[in-house]
């Protein structure tokens, strides 16, 4: 394996697969893809439904950027959505070319046009913005089927894919990146790769909540970011989506549409109370709905009533959706759980922190030669079926061809030794501490995970805020960081990896939790009961956050043109 490469990615999803694509075909001549689980294999990416929003020849680009800019309670950045929006069927027709086939019309051909070619549905909380649904290649399909096609790609280009290794720390010199440091989570061995660029596409952050294939999802690019001294933005805005607890289930939106219908205790319907669109409103109006009915008694539990569903539309819509769902409900079928034959319990589901790495729209960080793309991004607050993926695809193409094009100008860094020869102090604590809690005595992973579940799950923090309960909360994050820095340990290289992972997830709910206090007001996933109304005069604006020379959490705020 080479000790440098003119660009690494890591994290390897939608996005990840794309900027080294990209890489490779904007001239990189070195590049190198590391990924703590199997390269592509691991992702949420490849269990997603692989639904995905394309801007179409026909359709009206300025439409879908104002209807996505207005859903986004005009914290979107504008530039952003235009380019992803405006260069889409691009990828599209690139995705096609490698074999990737979307569900079309019955009839259509490819004389047919683009807008009245493929089968489109509605991507939730839009009129007029459509996803192109069940991707095809050779025998798979969904999100499976993307990554599948896209690895080929990556394997053609003669890539070099580093698995199961879990990256720890950025190395920088001279204002800029130049590396990172790694551990193999099977011999627990640390290494040093050196790097002209870096992608940090390793997703965004779930806590190991209870939503579905969320469990890999626990902060590395944040914490990698922030600790190099990198602006994030968004951290405040923590979508908390619905699911079962004993299964996975992804499709909710999908079921709600289609017939399903959220009832409480009693089996009676309540989100209408709160929203006009009732249970069809976006998910933030449903888990608001449902924290505040259960301050009235009437739950939990609450139910996803899909009893009428046998035989209908729902039914065939659900096995449309590709991934895992399919299989997931006649697996469930098969060991006694019929989701259409009784209603289902069903909970707020912590999804996904949708902070990330203020980028330009080059995707370049604040550190000269770090790169972010896909949910390690910061583009904008909500989440929208098919919107991450196509964004993911987006922003990895774009990091990806910006990385390679920087590796060419700036060339290798001065110092790239590794760092127990490089004399670097910065370089030697990195590598120390990448092994730091192997034989240590101390608190288990595990252990320190519960005590931060308990702290940020709570509904009065997660979905309705309010300043004392998340002042309460981050006091306690803050204990829960200062035992985690020094007691939590590591018996094997497996606990290694979750020591990690376990700081990771803390550092990324103390980023949330002073975010929030910072916004006074409430907006989309973020709701202060002490602010109820959204407050477009003091802030429609960005807040951003970043290590201060003293090591504390800072934040600043920037306008939105």
């Known amino acids: ?146 990554i599948a096609a896209m690895r080929q790609q990556v394997i053609r280009r003669r890539v070099q894919r580093i698995p199961h290794t879990l990256v720890t720390a950025l190395l920088r010199d001279d204002g800029r990146v130049t590396g990172v440091v790694a551990v193999d989570r099977r011999s627990a061995e640390p290494m040093a790769i050196g790097a002209s660029a870096v992608v940090l596409a ?25 600790d190099a001294g990198v602006r994030l933005s968004n951290m405040e805005f923590l979508c908390v989506n619905t699911g079962s607890p004993k299964f996975g289930f992804e499709g909710t939106g999908i079921a709600l549409r289609y017939g399903g219908k959220l009832v409480d205790k009693d089996g009676r319907q309540f989100v209408h109370h709160y929203h006009p669109e009732g249970d069809l409103a976006e998910v933030s109006v449903l888990v608001q709905a449902m924290a ?33 769902m399919p299989i997931n409900i006649a697996r469930l079928k098969e060991c006694g759980t019929d989701i259409f034959d009784e209603p289902q319990e069903w909970v707020p589901a912590v999804q996904t922190l949708r902070g990330g790495v203020r980028t330009d729209t080059r995707c370049e960080s604040d550190l000269s030669g770090l790169f972010a793309a896909g949910l390690s991004q910061a583009v904008d607050p909500c989440l929208f079926n098919g919107w991450s993926s196509m964004r993911a695809m987006w ?108 700081a990771n997830m803390i550092s990324a709910a103390e980023m949330f939790l002073r975010s929030s206090l910072a916004r006074t007001e409430s907006r989309t996933d973020h709701f202060r009961e002490d602010f109820p109304e959204t407050d477009n005069v003091n802030w429609l604006k960005w807040i951003n956050l970043r290590r201060g020379e003293k090591g504390a959490m800072e934040l600043d705020t920037e306008t939105v043109p």
């Open 1 to 146: 394996m080479p000790t440098h490469y003119d660009v690494l990615v890591v994290g390897s999803g939608f996005a990840g697969l794309w900027a080294a694509i990209s890489a490779v075909d904007s001239g990189a001549e070195t590049v190198g893809i590391i990924d703590k689980g199997a390269i592509a294999m691991s992702s949420q990416s490849k269990m997603s439904a692989g639904a995905t929003v394309y801007c179409l020849p026909g359709d009206d680009l300025d439409v879908w950027v104002e209807e996505y800019a207005e859903a986004q309670s005009g914290l979107s950045r504008r530039d952003f959505v235009r380019e992803i929006l405006a260069s889409s069927y691009d990828r599209l027709r690139r995705l096609e070319e490698w074999g990737v086939e979307y569900e079309r019309i019955p009839g259509a051909t490819e004389a047919t046009p683009p807008a009245e070619r493929y089968l489109r549905l509605p991507s939730r909380g839009f009129k007029n913005v459509k996803m192109m649904v069940r991707p095809r290649w050779r025998k798979r399909t969904g999100g499976s089927a993307v």
């Open 202 to 226: 390793a997703s965004d952050c779930s806590f190991r909540g209870n939503y579905a294939c969320a469990d890999s999802v626990t902060g590395d690019a944040f914490r990698l970011a922030y």
């Open 395 to 502: 922003s990895g193409e774009r990091a990806g061809k910006s990385a390679a094009e920087f590796a060419a100008i700036a060339g290798r860094p001065r110092s790239h030794e590794p760092p127990r020869q490089s004399g670097n102090p910065d370089h030697s604590e990195k590598f120390a501490t990448a092994t730091a809690p192997l034989g240590r005595k101390g608190a288990p992973a595990d252990e320190i995970l519960e005590k931060l579940h308990e702290t940020i799950f709570p509904w009065n923090v997660s979905i309705l805020k309010s300043e004392k309960s998340l002042g309460d909360a981050l006091s306690s994050v803050e204990s829960i960081r200062d035992e985690a820095l020094c007691e939590i340990a590591a018996a094997d290289p497996h606990e290694l990896a979750k020591a990690h992972e376990t």
């Open 292 to 324: 505040r009915e259960a301050g009235k008694g009437n739950g939990p539990p609450f139910f996803l009533d899909l009893s009428g569903g046998r035989g209908s539309f729902l039914e065939v819509a659900l096995d449309r959706m590709g991934g895992f």
